[in-house]
């Protein structure tokens, strides 16, 4: 179903009678053009969010403000308008010497499941001269759930699934895979440290930027210690130290919703601060899981705790 919305001329009959009709109506001028720059917007529907915006363009500023109806597509749409979403407005206004304005929308964020990826389209409604074929007149709204980030999240037992030590057990694990433990850093309320993360004895830092939860990043401060590279390598290559840090040429991420963290690893060794080599760069997950699940995979999965309380 389609709800029409009429386009809505900036200089109406009612305006003109109000000025005695000495104004004309305007005309559009050659190469004038609206339309959606995108032909998908990709969204996070956060907590406590009013709006979000869906831009929309023009390719000239006008001496007069121009306003256009908006509407709903429901074909195709996984979406439903007042269960998910809500327009704050079935028009839309370029004011006045701007090339741009903004469809606004507010996402139901208690009514969208962590996993829900949900769509609708929206379309301009306006004369057929504004619309260019280069661009569109309609474009897919496409919404995720952006949890509320809480660091406490990523706190107490997490399972580790390192690449690294697919490649370098060392001389301690018999798995991929680690049960570690997490906490807080009290020197800092956005980074948590994580004990024995691929080999006892040597905890690493982990700080989450979560200033824009559409792009949430994590990063791990440099020359930190992973281990020894003698139980590791069998031998000194170096100043017995292996060093990590986040990976300069990928993104890590952290998923609110999930409670994961994605990381991709950089490893190197150095001697007397003297670059020896690079042992190179390591996918690593990592997945926070309850009290209970954790001693469910002592129990049944046969995994060893490491750096938690049951082990001070």
Known sequence: ??????????????G?????????????????????????????VLENQEYFPVPVSTTLACDYDRTFGVEVIDQGSTAIEGLHYRLASNTITIPAGKRSTEVLVHGNYENFEPSDTLQFTLKLVMPEQLKWDLYQDQ?????????????EDFTGWCVVTSNFLQSYPGV??????R??????????PTTIILHDWLFTGYDVNISFDAEDLSLPLVSMPG?????????????????????????????????????????????????M????????TFYNIMEWVSD???DRLVREDGMQKHGGPANE
């Open 172 to 177: 301690e694990n018999t798995s991929v895979q």
């Open 273 to 280: 601060g003297t670059p020896v080599g690079t042992v190179g």
């Open 139 to 151: 474009t897919r709204v496409r919404m995720l759930k952006g949890c509320t980030f809480h660091i």
């Open 292 to 294: 209970e699940e954790a």
């Open 16 to 44: 003109l009678l109000a000025t005695g009709c000495q104004e004309e109506y305007k005309t559009y001028s050659e190469g004038e053009y609206v339309m959606f720059p995108d032909s998908v917007s990709l969204n996070m």
């Open 223 to 271: 020359d930190q210690i992973l281990s020894d590279e003698l139980s590791v390598f069998g031998q000194i290559n170096g100043d017995n130290k292996i060093l990590v840090t986040n990976s300069p040429n990928y993104y890590s991420f952290f998923d609110t919703c999930a409670g994961n963290v994605k990381l991709w690893s950089y490893v190197y060794v150095y001697d």
């Open 1 to 14: 179903m389609k709800r029409i919305i009429t386009f809505l001329f900036a200089t109406g009959l009612s």
């Open 179 to 188: 049960l570690i433990y997490s906490e807080q850093d009290p020197a800092d």
